[in-house]
């Protein structure tokens, strides 16, 4: 029952666009609206509306990078990716650090050691 609540909740209604801006809006999104078949405005029908109109449309109603689900999967792998680089960056610089290390307590005990 409440995912059917949300389903009816996330589409649009005409009564939520201001008058000016479903006035232009081409016919066949008008229509789409009306039956519920657009959860969003599409982006290339908000470009080709003047500045001043694509102002007044509500966010919610808008497409956004999230409601593309390619792209979504491209950011993923490329955040998963740079995670793992970052991940192998900083485990070099440890190893890097703990041989310099190694070199450096080596020298330190031999020279302890030719002293004695």
């Given at each position: 029952?409440?995912?059917?609540?949300?389903?009816?909740?996330?589409?649009?209604?005409?009564?939520?666009?201001?008058?000016?801006?479903?006035?232009?809006?081409?016919?066949?999104?008008?229509?789409?609206?009306?039956?519920?078949?657009?959860?969003?405005?599409?982006?290339?029908?908000?470009?080709?509306?003047?500045?001043?109109?694509?102002?007044?449309?509500?966010?919610?109603?808008?497409?956004?990078?999230?409601?593309?689900?390619?792209?979504?999967?491209?950011?993923?792998?490329?955040?998963?990716?740079?995670?793992?680089?970052?991940?192998?960056?900083?485990?070099?610089?440890?190893?890097?650090?703990?041989?310099?290390?190694?070199i450096l307590a080596v020298g330190a005990w031999y020279l302890f050691f030719k002293q004695g």
């Amino acid at each position: 029952m409440s995912i059917l609540y949300l389903a009816v909740l996330a589409q649009i209604k005409i009564e939520d666009l201001p008058p000016d801006v479903v006035s232009k809006l081409p016919p066949q999104v008008v229509d789409q609206i009306r039956k519920g078949l657009l959860d969003k405005i599409p982006n290339d029908v908000v470009s080709q509306l003047p500045a001043s109109l694509q102002d007044k449309i509500p966010s919610g109603l808008l497409e956004a990078a999230s409601s593309n689900p390619t792209f979504q999967k491209v950011l993923l792998v490329i955040g998963v990716l740079a995670l793992i680089g970052f991940v192998i960056g900083l485990l070099k610089s440890a190893i890097k650090w703990m041989i310099f290390s190694a070199i450096l307590a080596v020298g330190a005990w031999y020279l302890f050691f030719k002293q004695g």
